[in-house]
Structures are given as C-alpha cells and as structure tokens.
C-alpha cells in the first residue's frame, strides 16, 4: 500500500518527468495578493492572470500541489466536516495546467494513464463525465471530449455520462474564461452498481478528478466566445485519491489523518477513533483534525483569527473544533495548540513554511482558545437552558436573538449554534440573527472608488513604468482605453463616461503594495483627462478616471502631470519603512509586517506583536525614526535580481507578497556607522531621496486587528506638525480652564483628581447607608411562606458591589428565603436575587428566577443558584416585575 507522500510525488513525478510539465511550489493558502478571495481554494488561482489574459509564465505546462481552504465565501465545505467521510476545509489538490499548449486529447490520455497504469485503478470502476451542452447559449453536447474518452482510453463506452451545467461546466465568475469539464469518478460499491449515483453526492460513488477545458470568454451579456488560447485545468483530490489507492472507505482512515487522531487520543484519554459517521466523539476526531490542519497552513501563511473576513472564518473554525473538544472529548484546557506539531511534523517536509515559525503559530492558537474558554461553559450552558425553552414551548427552531446573544456575550458565532442546535434535533432562526447583527454592527470607513476589471477583451499594450521613479511629470503616447472591459486602440474618447487610459509609458504610480495609486491629469492638443486612481493590471497600467474637457484620441501625445499629494505619499512611505525598522529595535525581532496603506495623509502599519504598545515604547519609536529622519540619510533604490537581493544581510520582505524578478531594493544606510543596522527591504514604491525630507514623525494612534497583530496609524510633515499644534493648543486651554499655566496644568489635574476621589468616597458611605435602611424595610416587610420568607422591593440606586453585599447580609439574616431586589439608574433597570442555602438544596435557583423576571422589563440576564442579577430597559414596568416576582418565587417554595 503507497504511503500519502509517495502518492503526491507519483503525481508530480508523472507530470514533470514523463510529460515536460514544470513543478510550481503551491501558493500561500493566505492570497493577500488577491482581495476577491478569502483564501485559495484552487490549484488555479495563481494562474488567473492567465486564463484572463493579464499575465504570462515561462512555461506552457505546469504541475503541482496546492494547498487550499474551502471555508466561507462562495466555495464552503465547513459545515459538511465531520458528517462525511470526504470532505475537508483545509485539502491538497494535485493540478495539471497546460497554458495553450496541449488540449482535450492529451489531457484525458494522460488522466486515464496516471489513474490505470501507474496507479492501477480498476477500469471497471471508473465513471466519466462530459458536457450534456447548454441551448441557451447555443452549446451543444461536448463530444469531442466524449470521443477522446472512446478513442484514447479504455474505459467502458457506457461508463461515459453527461452531465448538466452545474457539473459539467467550469466558470471564474459571472464574466471571464469558462469551459466545459470532464470528471473522472470511482465506484466504491461491493457490485460496481454505482453508474446511477455519479453527481448524486454519494460516498460510494466519489468526483476524484476535474478536467476543465478553457475555452470560451463569457461577456457581460451573457454570451459566449472563443477565446485565442486554449487551456486546461485539472483538479484531483489528494485526500480522496489517497483513501482510494490505500483500499480505505474514508479519507479519515489514511495516514494523512491518523497520527492526527493518536495526538487526540493520547491527549484526552478518549476512546479510539472508530469511523463511525454519526457517533459525535468521532464527528469530533474528524472536525479537529481537519480543523488543526486548516488553522496550522492558514496561521503559517500570515491568517490572523479576528472579527472581520478570512480572520473570522479562522476563528470561527478554531472554536467549532475548540467546543468538539470540550462536549465529546473530555477537554477541560486549551489543546490545539499542541496539534500544531504534529502538522508540521507529518507535512513540514512538503511545505517547509510550516516550519518557519511553528512556535508563534502554536502561540496564536493558544491565546484565541485561553479566550474562547473563558465563556465557552457559561454558553454551552446558556444554550442548554435555550434549548430545553424552545423544546418546551412547541417550536423546533432557536430564536435569532438568543443566536445573537450567544454571539456577542460568549462568542459562540452562528454556525456553531446551529452546529449545536442540529445535535438536539432544532434549527436556528438565522434572518433574525443576522437583522440584529447588521444594526449592532458599526460601519467605520469610507469605501474607495473601485475600477473593476473582471475580464479583458482585447490585449493591453505594455506600459514602461520606469518614469514614476524619476518624478512628477512625463511625456506619453495615448494607446487607447479600457470601458466595459474591453480594450479599444483607435477612436476618439469624449466627455462622462468613466475608462482606464493606457499609455506607452507612465510617471503615474500604479496601487500596489500598500501605496495608493496616484492622481493628476493627462493633457493633449485637444483635452483635459481627470486622472481619479491609477491601477496596474499585467504589463498595463490603468489610469482610471473621465475627460475634464474636449476629446482625446488614440495615438495622440500627452503631457502627464501627477498631483502635489505624491510627495506626501513618498514622505509616508519612507517613513514607514523607518517605522518598521524602529519597531523590531524596540519590541523585538519577531516583529513581522502584516499589512500596510500609505497615502497623501498618514501611513498604516500592521505587524506582529501580541501586546498592547506602551506610552514609552511609542516614544522610544518615535525617537528613533525622527533621529534617522533629523540625521539626513540618502535613501537609496535599485533594481537587482530576486537571487541576490534575497541574500542582502537584514533585508525585509513582506509574507505573501508577490515580488518581480527583478526586484527593487530599497536601502537607509549609513555606510560610515557600523552600530546603524538601517532599512533594507523589497519595495517598488515610490521614495524621498533623503530621509530629512519627511520633516517629522509623529505616531497617532494604535489598535489590535487580530489576534497578535497590532496596527500603527502615524503622520508625517505639515500632518505631524498639525498633530504637534493640536496636542498644544489644548493642553492651553486645558491649563487655561485650570486657571494655571501649562507647565502647572498636570499637578493642578492631580490636585481636582484627589479631591474627587474623596468626594466620591463620602457619596459611596452615603448610599451605603441608604441601602443599610432600604435592605432592612424590605425585610421587615417580608412575606412568610412555611418556613421560608420572601423578600421583594425597590431599592434606591448604588454600586453593585454595595447591593450584593447588602442583599447577602439580609439573606443571610433573614434564614430560609428567597430575596429579589430591583433598582432604577439613569433610565436603566437593575435586578438581583438571592437564594438561601437550603432553599438551593430543595431546586430553587435565583439565576433561573433572573430569567423569568427581567424580561419584564426588557431585559436579561443569569447567574448561579445561590445569586444572580440582570439589567433592563424599561423603568416603567419595575412595578410589574416586582408583583411577577411574587408570584414566581411564592411558586417556587413549597
């Protein structure tokens, strides 16, 4: 039997040795280059360029093995995990590509020769699938793949079927390159009956492998065309190839999966892993080793669980793995991140970015499970109670408020709910979720108007982008434009319609790298163009924008002027670069760069580091990057191939972005001081000759994105001086409102400061004694049942430690009984109650007396048996809830 590892390298071997193909390394499974996708869930996503026909390779035919999540977005397969014995969030897909070189027949000889001869599959097993055809768009049946099928493999003429669109024929998007596709699938029953469970989503009749052929462009319209290049596409399942040549009846039983689930078992001293679908300690085995394995590549790939996008998803995985642990197998602290080895471990030596940083990847899981755990109980037990109310009242589906509470005050995201919800036999009302969710949610931000290009008819001319390093204004030819995603060469452009001008050549930046594009105008004999944000796109550069005035017409001469924003740009970006430098001498060498935006009004900066940035490191980094600044230093940029930039000692470059060969090295260096370590990082931005030219540095403001990333927001020149003036006219104002001058405004705050403290220490002994006299009317007032009393009131406003104190005392005082108090400030309600002892013991419990009262007055709330409290919204039914109060606990004590 073939070990996993032995499989993938049959593949590639194939491919690469005995068809010319070259092996390409797998893209990050992170595509920050590609903001339409949470993460690469293809082997053809970096080749899209491609297909589109705005990038090119030195090759015509490639192979390799991608790593790929399908988890949130359009392709989904997080809630099928753990159900089935095939499908995964995080997979390997062996690929084979040819970029208009070979087509249908090679492509389907070859297929058919890996899975028979080398691999040994049985012929009568095997399925084939091909294009039923499309009327709609006047397609008929694929029968030249149908014929290469007959003429060029051996499988059984009647083990050829078609299929309809949705199976058999492969798109990008709503526009772009699309195509029919052939799939190859196995027939696992005993018999070899499963013709008629091909695309019926049968585990006994499995999809193992996609041949897409594209070969049409599909244009705004609808319609279909061909398009110049033929090319193929082929996607193969490692994991459900593996279980096939390794005779298993599940992905989960290979040895891709079962050092997984050792780990598990040794660690929570659970029973073995015994395959069974709808056993839930096994759905757990399945869901956290599929899960470990997502949030290991994504994490090692520069992912970040958060609130927000791909950082959500990741989140969301870990702790649907997380609560499996907890509710099957018995764990009681954070254990994923001890997973993480065994991933690098077994998979490591094909991806050896796992080994990079393993132990800040472990640490990253680690911190998000310690923060999950501490709600995680107290929801699970919510749940319950919700669960067992929803069963109790007749319905068969969760409210969306519950969902939403269970989200935003213990963090149990929806998908786990109904993850939950389906274990007891319930549904979740997700419309109402997700209403609430939207008005609680704060939009920040403003969105930047977007050119989009989806797919290009007509090839975009090569633009010569050297002059933007050279200064602010240039001499071009026009070449023509993009409107509509089609490329016209020749013609006149006139006024209100919205393009993306191409030119021979640009002093424009183009948005890339975290710098914005630039702006400005493009000038001819005969029009003004308004330029609104410049693009790059393949060879080309778009610059996007509408005619000011007149006409412009192809093949005309231009003069190109950028806006005066473009030396706040460079100023910021320099100065980003002396940021990042900063921050590593300050916090220390792990710091990474995560991300960045530089434009005209200030530089953005996200990098690792777990920790909230003191008062005193912001000045130790401002420190730094105003000396080198004040120091003078030349800024200098070159371009030098990728080989050898990579070996310049100290060089910085930023995980997941893709760099050019060759590269433009941007180096701050004092050649005259060896203790300066200086800047040296991969950058095609655009720079100040020297680091005086920023003028000053000024930080103002920090955040955390995610879990162990914070974010920097800092201004440079008459932004950072406007900072300095800013910070000074208010502390003037601050001292003249003191009466004092600003140098004394800090001891005079401190003076007011000790005097409130003391002011607020006599108003708290004041409701103190409040209390003391309220507390004890209330139980003077007690209503007697049996043995016990019951205790219920108003009570005057105060802190909350004070009323629980008080409520205690009297509780205790007081003997058997069942106390509830209510209280009303500033417009809202406050509930507590408390439950003697014995009481307890005979099943009354004040958190559940909470839950019926608070209600009342539009609130909620819970706590333990012996004491709980809740808040409220409307002050004027404290009257109601106290006569509910009554009669609730008076039927509660027997």
Not at 173 to 188: A, K, Q, V
Not at 513 to 530: C, E, L, N, P, R
Not at 671 to 678: C, Y
Request: aromatic share 8%; charged share 25%.
């Amino acid at each position: 039997m073939p070990s996993s590892n032995e499989i993938r390298q049959q593949f590639i071997d194939f491919f690469v040795k005995k068809h010319a193909h070259t092996f390409v390394a797998s893209s990050a499974v992170v595509p920050f280059d590609d903001p339409t996708l949470l993460f690469t869930n293809a082997g053809m996503n970096q080749f899209k360029d491609v297909f589109l026909g705005t990038g090119s390779r030195p090759y015509k035919r490639a192979a390799n093995t991608q790593k790929c999540i399908r988890a949130g977005g359009k392709h989904n397969d997080l809630d099928d995990v753990g159900k089935d014995t095939y499908h995964h969030t995080f997979f390997e897909m062996l690929g084979n590509w040819s970029f208009g070189d070979y087509f249908k027949k090679e492509a389907i000889r070859w297929a058919w020769e890996l899975l028979t001869e080398v691999w040994g599959l049985d012929k009568t097993r095997l399925h084939v699938t091909v294009f039923e055809g499309d009327p709609k768009n006047n397609l008929g049946a694929d029968e030249e793949a149908a014929h290469f099928w007959r003429t060029e493999t051996s499988v059984p003429h009647n083990h050829i079927h078609l299929g309809n669109k949705k199976d058999n024929f492969w798109e990008m998007g709503d526009t772009g390159p699309c195509g029919p596709c052939t799939e190859i699938h196995i027939d696992l029953t005993p018999d070899r009956s499963g013709a008629n469970l091909v695309n019926q989503s049968s585990a006994q009749c499995i999809e193992i492998w996609n041949l897409v052929f594209i070969q049409f462009n599909r244009n705004a319209d609808g319609s279909l065309t061909q398009l110049p290049a033929k090319h193929v596409d082929t996607g193969m399942g490692f994991e459900r190839i593996t279980a096939v040549l390794q005779g298993k009846n599940s992905n989960y039983d290979t040895d891709i999966f079962t050092p997984i689930f050792d780990a598990i078992r040794d660690m929570s001293g659970a029973k073995p892993y015994s395959g069974i679908l709808e056993n839930h300690n096994d759905i757990a085995y399945r869901v956290i080793a599929d899960h470990i394995r997502t949030l290991t590549f994504a994490i090692s790939d520069g992912g970040v669980p958060s609130n927000e996008k791909r950082g959500y998803v990741l989140r969301s995985v870990l702790r649907r793995a997380e609560r499996y642990g907890r509710q099957y197998l018995g764990f009681k602290e954070p254990f994923l991140h001890k997973l993480c080895e065994i991933v690098v471990k077994t998979m490591g030596d094909v991806f050896p970015e796992l080994k990079t940083k393993p132990e800040a990847v472990a640490k990253i899981i680690y911190e998000e499970e310690e923060a999950f755990l501490r709600t995680m109980e107290r929801g699970m037990k919510l749940f319950q109670e919700i669960a067992d109310r929803t069963i109790n009242a007749g319905s068969k589906v969760i409210q969306g408020s519950d969902v939403f509470d269970l989200h935003t005050t213990y963090g149990f995201f929806a998908d786990i709910t109904a993850q939950m919800a389906a274990e007891v036999g319930l549904t979740i009302d997700f419309n109402g979720y997700q209403t609430l969710l939207e008005k609680f949610k704060l939009e920040s931000g403003k969105d930047r108007k977007t050119f989009i290009v989806s797919a290009v008819n007509g090839e975009i001319p090569h633009c010569d982008e050297a002059p933007k390093y050279l200064g602010t204004q240039a001499n071009a030819k026009i070449l023509g434009w993009i409107e509509n995603n089609t490329v016209y060469s020749s013609g006149v452009l006139k006024e209100g319609i919205e393009v993306a001008l191409l030119l021979d050549k640009s002093c424009f930046y183009a948005e890339q790298g975290g710098q914005v594009g630039d702006s400005g105008t493009i000038k001819t004999a005969t029009g003004i163009f308004k330029v609104e944000n410049t693009l790059k796109l393949g060879a080309g550069v778009l610059h996007v924008g509408k005619i000011d005035s007149g006409s412009i017409a192809s093949g005309q001469e231009a003069k190109l002027v950028v806006d005066s924003r473009r030396e706040d740009i460079r100023r910021n970006h320099t100065s980003t670069h002396l940021l990042n430098l900063a921050l590593r001498q300050v916090l220390g060498t792990h710091v990474d760069q995560k991300g960045s935006l530089v434009d005209e009004d200030k530089t953005r900066f996200d990098f690792s580091h777990s920790q909230v940035i003191t008062k005193d490191e912001i000045r130790k980094i401002e420190n730094i990057v105003n000396g080198i600044i004040q120091a003078d230093i030349a800024v200098d940029c070159r371009i030098m191939p990728l080989d050898e930039a990579k070996k310049i000692p100290g060089v910085r470059a930023v995980f997941g972005e893709k760099y050019p060969d060759p590269v433009r090295v941007v180096s701050i260096l004092k050649n005259d001081d060896p203790e300066f370590s200086g800047s040296v990082e991969f950058c095609g931005g655009t720079h100040l000759e020297r680091t005086s030219q920023a003028g000053i540095f000024k930080i103002i403001g920090q955040e955390s994105v995610g879990k162990g990333v914070r974010r920097l927001t800092a201004v440079t020149g008459k932004n950072a001086w406007l900072e300095f003036q800013k910070s000074s006219t208010t502390i003037e104002a601050i001292a003249e409102k003191l009466g004092c001058n600003a140098a004394n405004a800090l001891e005079k705050i401190s003076s007011l400061q000790e005097e409130l403290k003391n002011i607020k220490a006599q108003m708290k002994q004041g409701q103190g004694n409040g209390l003391i006299l309220a507390m004890d009317k209330l139980l003077e007032s007690a209503i007697t049942k049996g043995a016990s009393k019951i205790i219920t009131g108003e009570i005057p406003a105060g802190p909350v430690d004070q009323i629980r104190q008080h409520l205690d005392r009297i509780r205790q005082k007081a003997g058997s009984c069942v106390a509830l108090v209510i209280w009303v400030d500033d417009g809202k309600v406050g509930l507590m109650s408390a439950v003697s002892d014995d009481l307890q013991k005979a099943g009354v419990e004040a958190g559940k007396i909470i839950a019926e009262i608070a209600p009342v007055v539009d609130g909620k709330g819970g706590g333990p048996k012996g004491m709980a409290q809740a808040g409220g919204k409307n002050p004027a039914k404290v009257s109601e809830a106290l006569q509910k109060a009554k009669e609730v606990i008076h039927s509660k004590i027997s």
